[in-house]
């Protein structure tokens, strides 16, 4: 047996360690931080309680609030700029997986010439950046603890991957207060986002035993509580639970890699700017279905974890009780169809090109073609 396994960063997990954030900026030797998010989470009155924690510790702040959703190239270089000139120390990122990519792209330009694409791809970052502590508000992405940041390439409207060393925060400080704020159709959204890393991670060609325990665990922590913290946002336990669950989600996928859902959602949020998590969620039970025949025994393991009776079941039986648990969820959770979306179907053979050249097909378990892609599409519309 042999693997290669890892995260990036230290990780401080539990209610109210986001006030640690000054003691930890301090003790990181940082005098000045660029501190990334969006106007969303400022306006929720979460940056200004961080910022003060920064300031009794003798940090100072320089705030941007122009993250995008999906990232684009462009705000990445304007920020990049800022801190730049600013001559920070240390970079921060408050919020989702937007403003955690935007904070990782930003601080390879700190340590790296521009412009950002020239590091699409694994393992083409050089030179490390500050150091990076991210504070995660949504349980979904699971930014915080992966090598990888997303980012969009406004001129070949491409999403993409930069992953591997110097990529990933330094520290991340993981507060379920910090989600309870969260509106339910992003619960939603994000939830079903982690639980897509989550399987994908199990399936993957590059699975291996770490990254099978964490998904695994992962799954069931997600599928027990995502309903739970939709329902009611203040749920601090179903909130807790979902943001450790969408963190071991990361733990395995960032080194077991994805698979077809996401190099499916890439392009559809590229092109139509559908939120991440909503792309996922749309496409993944259709990808789990052609998927199926593949891997059967670990299908049977995912639907345990969800929950499950799968006694007297055949491996056919309980991958087909997995596809509809998902879809059941989606229904609860409220999740659109791509034509409620505003996707057209004409774009479904320019999405499947786009698909087939995202890294994470191949690691699928299923090799899909063209026509494949568009038939899954399909069944999402």
Known sequence: ???????????????????????????????????????????????????????????????????LPNPPDMQVEEAAALARAANVELVVAIGGGSAIDSAKAINIL?????????????????????????????????????????????VRIKKMVIGGQFVGPTIALADPL??????????????????????????????????????LKAIELICGNLARAFANGA??????????????????????????????????????????????AIGLPHVMAFNAQMVPARYRDIAVAMGIDVEGLS????????????????KVLGIPTLQACGVPRDSFERLAEDALLE????FNPRVPGKQDIISILECAY
């Open 235 to 280: 749920d601090i336990e179903a909130r807790s639970a979902m943001l450790l669950g969408s963190m071991m989600a990361g733990f395995a996928f960032n080194s077991a890699v994805l698979g077809l859902v996401h190099s499916i959602a890439h392009p559809l949020s590229a092109h139509f700017h559908l939120p991440h998590g909503t792309a996922n």
């Open 315 to 330: 491996a056919g039986e309980a991958a087909k009780a997995v596809v509809e648990q998902v879809k059941a969820l989606n």
């Open 359 to 362: 890294d994470a097909t191949f």
């Open 1 to 67: 047996m042999e693997f290669m396994f890892g995260i990036p960063s230290f990780v401080h997990f539990g209610a109210g360690v986001s006030q640690k954030l000054g003691e930890m900026a301090a003790g990181l030797g940082a005098r000045k931080a660029f501190v990334v998010f969006d106007k969303g989470v400022k306006a929720a009155g979460i940056v200004d309680g961080l910022v003060a924690s920064l300031a009794a510790a003798g940090v100072e702040a320089v705030e941007y609030d122009g993250v």
């Open 178 to 215: 910090l989600t309870v704020g969260m509106p339910p159709a992003i619960t939603a959204a994000t939830g079903m986002d982690a639980l897509t890393h989550a399987i994908e991670a199990y399936v993957s060609k590059a699975a291996m035993v770490p990254t099978d325990v964490m998904a």
């Open 110 to 154: 700190l340590g790296n010439p521009s412009p950002i694409r020239l590091y699409e791809g694994f393992n083409l970052v050089k030179v490390p950046g500050k150091p990076l502590i991210a504070i995660p508000t949504t349980a979904g992405t699971a930014s915080e603890v992966t090598a990888v940041s997303v980012v969009t390439d406004t």
